[in-house]
């Protein structure tokens, strides 16, 4: 067999009619075309985003939330819309419309590259959403002003900085602000801002800002002189207005100063200065989305939130008129989340203080959110007053959700048994939950049944409430096991767990003087004159009062079990001190006698003026009493 070699092909096609080459060069490019149609006509190929929910949701599970998320809203973005984007492509005008907003709401857009603000890198964007939300406990305001050294001498190693001070002129925050101005020359120090030897300082500037019901400038321009920087903080006037608008002083702030991070190029950072939670939380996402495009990250120095509650009392001690006083008063200090988790469930008996003042072990939601979304910090440096605290280690893994509001609500519209634990602990702050009467005087059988009757009124309420907040966490069981987060899991089992647990006990309560008001229990000792309620671990009610009672015991034993060390588990064991049934102890207590007085006796006149004179010698009330 002869082996041709390419020279001889090459001869050979040089030969061929012209009819022959035209003819092959066409079937080359016929098929070409072929392949290209193929490829355009594979809608597949050109699939831009696909929805993982395939049927509209179901509106009976929303969650109707009233806080409306901004994030974005004034960003200046080159990017279709995806509303937009549908009206020019017929595959897309189609759309259901709830498919098409939940696409709008999670299509994500970039900022475009422009001279003021350089994009991150991918490593950067990773290690930005890792750490969002973080929280650190400094031990005080010598660590969290250790803590901001640091981070001011990173900053420094970058570029020349700019660090923006905002001090709560809040009355309550004096102790704080002298602790930070005595500070101040130790953080130069460590900054090199001092040192004599050193021909070129470190270009660092400092601005000091107070707010209150109004934002004032006390250094109108940034200074360098740390002489200055203490002089101005212990300038500060306290404010006594009791408002704290921090989200209005930030915004006010960094449009003042951006020229530094626009124009000089400069680094820019804020630090405030707080122990609440603020009280414009309304601006927060524009706030927040104006320091984030900009690229000014903001910190906080500020107090840990009161765990599943909105205020925290503080023991204050005042002057008025030559007289001190000393009273607790409420401060605005949480919830740690964007939406209260905690049901608002008295304990029967007991001391409840320490209870409601439990610490979060994280910042309130709005100004932690602040500083996680613009790359900042929240350091705690106090905890809250008288309350038991917990380990942040354990802590750390039952973080609140940082995300943008819109992303959250969808996750609450998902999952029926975050909406039901939320929509509970909404109905349980609109409802006050009545605690009933456990002692009964019983001096004859038709006093112990008109006390008797009367206890039982604001249990009728009290089982109403507990019924309709049963009703609602129902429709989240189902989805109970969906829950992949600890802190879901701990909160919804609690919610569930003490609603049944108040449950069993209203119900054997009722039963229990149903039964006395039948047929009265008659006194083992001539000389008691009274009856009281306890609980008991034998439940002698029906059967309905010990299913309850089971279940209760089952979700409270998992929170126990499955989450150690926190708030949850300690709500849980609280509520399993108590046994949830009841039983009659008697006993005698002194009472007026029941003798048929004549009420114009002059003895009721002259206990009335006694009692008169017993009120004239109390101390006067404040009328002044201080607004932190």
Request: glycine share 4%; with cysteine; hydrophobic share 40%.
């Amino acid at each position: 067999m002869l082996n041709k070699s390419p020279q001889s092909y090459i001869d050979r096609a040089k030969d061929a009619p012209a009819w022959a080459i035209s003819l092959a060069v066409h079937v080359v490019i016929m098929m070409l075309m072929a392949s290209i149609t193929y490829v355009a006509q594979n809608p597949d190929r050109n699939l831009l985003l696909s929805s993982a929910i395939d049927e509209p949701l179901d509106e009976k599970y929303i969650f109707d939330v009233t806080v409306a998320d901004q994030l974005g809203t004034e960003a200046n973005f080159d990017t279709l819309s995806a509303s937009l984007a549908a009206t020019q492509d017929p595959q897309q005008a189609e759309k259901d419309p709830v498919q098409e907003k939940l696409e709008e709401e999670l299509l994500e857009v970039e900022m475009p590259n422009t001279d003021l603000v350089s994009r991150p890198s991918d490593a950067e964007l990773v290690e930005a959403v890792e750490v969002a939300g973080q929280t650190e406990h400094t031990g005080g305001v010598e660590g969290a002003m250790d803590r901001l050294t640091l981070e001011i001498a990173t900053s420094l190693n970058d570029k020349p900085t700019l660090a923006i001070w905002l001090f709560d002129a809040s009355g309550s925050l004096e102790e704080r602000r002298e602790a930070i101005a005595k500070r101040f020359e130790i953080v130069y120090k460590q900054l090199g801002m001092l040192d004599a030897s050193k021909k070129e300082k470190i270009p660092l500037e400092t601005a000091v800002v107070s707010y209150g019901q109004t934002t004032k400038f006390i250094t109108e321009k940034p200074v360098t002189d740390v002489s200055e920087l203490i002089k101005a903080i212990r300038e500060i006037e306290s404010d006594t207005s009791g408002k704290e608008f921090v989200f209005d002083a930030v915004s006010k702030v960094s449009n003042r100063w951006q020229s530094y991070k626009t124009k000089l190029r400069r680094n820019v950072m804020l630090i405030i200065v707080t122990d609440e939670k603020g009280d414009d939380v309304e601006l927060l996402e524009k706030t927040i989305n104006f320091n984030k495009r900009l690229g000014m990250p903001v910190y906080c120095v500020g107090n840990a939130a009161v765990f599943g509650r909105d205020q925290a009392f503080v023991t204050t001690t005042w002057e008025e008129n030559g007289q001190s006083f000393t009273m607790d008063i409420p401060t605005d200090q949480g919830p740690e989340t964007i939406y209260p988790e905690r049901l608002q469930l008295p304990f029967w008996g007991g001391n409840q203080r320490q209870y409601d003042q439990m610490s979060a072990s994280f910042g309130p939601y709005a100004l932690t959110r602040l500083c996680a979304e613009t790359g900042g910090l929240y350091l705690v440096s106090a905890d809250v007053q008288d309350a038991t605290s917990f380990d942040p280690a354990i802590m750390r893994s039952y973080a609140p959700d940082y995300r943008p509001i819109r992303l959250v609500d969808l996750e609450l519209r998902k999952n029926k048994a975050k909406a039901a634990l939320l929509m509970a602990a909404q109905q349980s702050r609109v409802n006050s939950i009545p605690i009933p009467t456990l002692q009964f005087r019983a001096d004859t059988d038709n006093i112990l049944r008109q006390q008797v009757t009367e206890a039982q009124k604001p249990l009728a309420v009290l089982d109403y409430q507990l019924q309709q907040l049963m009703g609602i966490l129902e429709s989240g069981v189902k989805d109970r096991d969906k829950l992949v987060e600890p802190r879901w899991r701990a909160g919804f089992d609690l919610a569930v767990g003490r609603v049944l647990a108040m449950r069993a006990r209203a119900l054997g309560y009722n039963e229990m003087c149903a039964e006395m008001k039948s047929s009265p229990k008659k006194f083992e000792d001539d000389k008691n004159n009274h009856w009281r309620m306890v609980p008991s671990e034998e439940i002698s009610s029906g059967s309905t009062v010990k299913k309850l009672a089971e279940q209760a015991d089952e979700y409270l034993t998992r929170v126990i079990t499955e989450h150690p060390g926190t708030p949850w588990e300690m709500l849980a064991r609280r509520e399993k001190e108590q046994a949830l049934g009841w039983e009659w102890h008697e006993f005698f207590r002194d009472v007026p006698s029941m003798n048929g007085a004549n009420p114009n006796d002059p003895m009721l006149l002259l206990a009335e003026e006694e009692k008169k004179k017993q009120m004239a010698k109390q101390p006067p009330k404040p009328k002044n009493i201080p607004k932190l």
